[in-house]
């Protein structure tokens, strides 16, 4: 499974942003996806996750509210719609492929990352 993400950019608090992850491989529909994010210095945190059907989303509380993953398995993307930005936003966001969990090391595939810095 390949993943690589896009939609990163530089945006003021209050706006939103669109980050999409291609994926592809034979099987990756078949398995949860998430998103994580990493600011400089700290440790990679959980965003948001799918389930393989769509049907059911998880999300961490600094995000609940304001985010919105979803994904389209025909065209093979998934997507975090971020809306009401702040400038705690700002970090690298991976997409991950294999697991709904909220810790980093069930995913077994990962994408390059898309950098989202949201200005105050």
């Known amino acids: 499974v390949q993943l690589v993400e896009s939609g990163g950019g530089l945006v003021q608090a209050g706006e939103s942003l669109r980050l999409s992850c291609a994926a592809s491989?034979?099987?990756?529909?078949?398995?949860?996806m998430g998103w994580f994010r990493q600011a400089p210095g700290k440790e990679r945190e959980y965003v948001a996750s799918?389930?393989?059907?769509?049907?059911?989303?998880y999300y961490s509380d600094s995000v609940k509210g304001r985010f919105t993953i979803s994904r389209d398995n025909a065209n093979g993307a998934v997507y975090l719609q971020m809306n009401v930005l702040k400038p705690e936003d700002t970090a690298v966001y991976f997409c991950?492929?294999?697991?709904?969990?909220?810790?980093?090391?069930?995913?077994?595939?990962w994408g390059q990352g898309t950098q989202v810095i949201v200005s105050s």
């Open positions: 991950a492929g294999g697991s709904t969990a909220e810790t980093p090391r069930y995913y077994t595939y």
């Open positions: 491989g034979r099987t990756w529909e078949m398995y949860g």
């Open positions: 799918i389930n393989w059907r769509g049907g059911t989303t």
